[in-house]
């Protein structure tokens, strides 16, 4: 009798770990993964986020080189805009593995302790890190963009590649690039909300999320900086176009796509969880 109950014990064990084994990673459990990887960040050292800032910056130019490699190399076809935007996926791929500081990421993360915990010293440390983090990034961006510009790295194929995707990406009107840069805060808070459940299928969920943003031309602000930069340093572009015809409003749609339409709605609703369960108990 004790021997079967032991053998039933032992069943039911291997049962409850399997079901906890392939039950999903609930919302509060992802929401507190975030939370804590925000509270990391907003204690880094100024010198850390400042160099990792600049690391993504100058990874983040990938996207652009792999877009526009993909562009040259293919043939002039209709499906070719489909397979190109792959290219697109690769700084994204380097960046977030690579735990670097780029700062689309950075308007989730570091605003759900904010967001749990109103205060201003925390408010204070998330402006902090955000200046410091787009900042790094833009002078990453412009140093890579210096580089692809000035020196023979780029073939003629894919230096004209690159220079057609800037001016598509800078040459929207304001408000179109500010209204795209919307869902491109949404897909990338997706993607930050989905990482901590997605185990080995991180680099399948990042190169699909980050394709989508390139086949839907939606825009990023720091991708879409080097795009600037590029054509900024040669003097393809004036600055007062660069940064209130693409800069202003595309940093506008990623925070507003990323923090206010995301973030903040996910935020409400776990917290209401958190709160009613903390009543309940």
Request: glycine share 8%.
């Given at each position: 009798?004790?021997?079967?109950?032991?053998?039933?014990l032992?069943?039911?064990?291997?049962?409850?770990r399997?079901?906890?084994?392939?039950?999903s990673?609930?919302?509060?459990?992802?929401?507190?993964?975030?939370?804590?990887?925000?509270?990391?960040?907003?204690?880094?050292?100024?010198?850390?986020?400042?160099?990792?800032?600049?690391?993504?910056?100058?990874?983040?130019?990938?996207?652009?080189?792999?877009?526009?490699?993909l562009?040259?190399?293919?043939?002039?076809?209709?499906?070719?805009?489909?397979?190109?935007?792959?290219?697109?996926?690769?700084?994204?791929?380097?960046?977030?593995?690579?735990?670097?500081?780029?700062?689309?990421?950075?308007?989730?993360?570091?605003?759900?302790?904010?967001?749990?915990?109103?205060?201003?010293?925390?408010?204070?440390?998330?402006?902090?890190?955000?200046?410091?983090?787009?900042?790094?990034?833009i002078?990453?961006?412009?140093?890579?963009?210096?580089?692809?510009?000035?020196?023979?790295?780029?073939?003629?194929?894919?230096?004209?590649?690159?220079?057609?995707?800037?001016?598509?990406?800078?040459?929207?009107?304001?408000?179109?690039?500010?209204?795209?840069?919307?869902?491109?805060g949404?897909?990338?808070?997706?993607?930050?909300?989905?990482m901590?459940?997605?185990?080995?299928?991180?680099?399948?969920?990042?190169?699909?999320?980050t394709?989508?943003?390139?086949?839907?031309?939606?825009?990023?602000?720091?991708?879409?900086?080097?795009?600037?930069?590029?054509?900024?340093?040669?003097?393809?572009?004036?600055?007062?176009?660069?940064?209130?015809?693409f800069?202003?409003?595309?940093?506008?749609?990623?925070?507003?796509?990323?923090?206010?339409?995301?973030?903040?709605?996910?935020?409400?609703?776990?917290?209401?969880?958190i709160?009613?369960?903390?009543?309940?108990?």
């Amino acid at each position: 009798m004790d021997g079967k109950s032991d053998a039933e014990l032992v069943e039911k064990s291997h049962e409850n770990r399997t079901v906890r084994r392939l039950t999903s990673v609930s919302g509060r459990l992802i929401f507190e993964a975030i939370r804590r990887e925000g509270n990391e960040e907003l204690n880094r050292t100024l010198g850390a986020l400042w160099w990792s800032g600049i690391a993504a910056g100058l990874l983040i130019a990938f996207s652009v080189w792999g877009e526009a490699l993909l562009r040259s190399s293919l043939p002039d076809t209709e499906w070719r805009y489909i397979l190109e935007n792959f290219g697109y996926s690769l700084g994204f791929l380097l960046v977030i593995l690579g735990r670097m500081q780029l700062f689309t990421e950075n308007t989730i993360t570091t605003v759900v302790p904010l967001v749990m915990r109103p205060a201003f010293s925390c408010l204070w440390k998330v402006a902090r890190l955000w200046g410091v983090v787009l900042a790094a990034n833009i002078v990453g961006a412009f140093a890579v963009a210096s580089f692809m510009a000035f020196t023979p790295v780029l073939s003629d194929e894919v230096r004209l590649a690159v220079t057609e995707l800037s001016h598509h990406a800078t040459g929207m009107p304001a408000i179109e690039g500010m209204v795209r840069g919307i869902p491109a805060g949404v897909l990338i808070a997706a993607l930050v909300w989905m990482m901590p459940a997605a185990g080995s299928s991180r680099l399948m969920l990042i190169i699909v999320f980050t394709w989508l943003i390139a086949l839907g031309d939606f825009t990023h602000i720091i991708a879409g900086s080097v795009e600037m930069a590029f054509l900024l340093v040669q003097g393809e572009l004036q600055a007062m176009r660069a940064i209130f015809g693409f800069f202003l409003p595309v940093l506008v749609g990623n925070i507003v796509g990323g923090t206010v339409v995301f973030t903040l709605l996910t935020s409400a609703q776990i917290k209401y969880d958190i709160e009613e369960n903390g009543a309940k108990s």
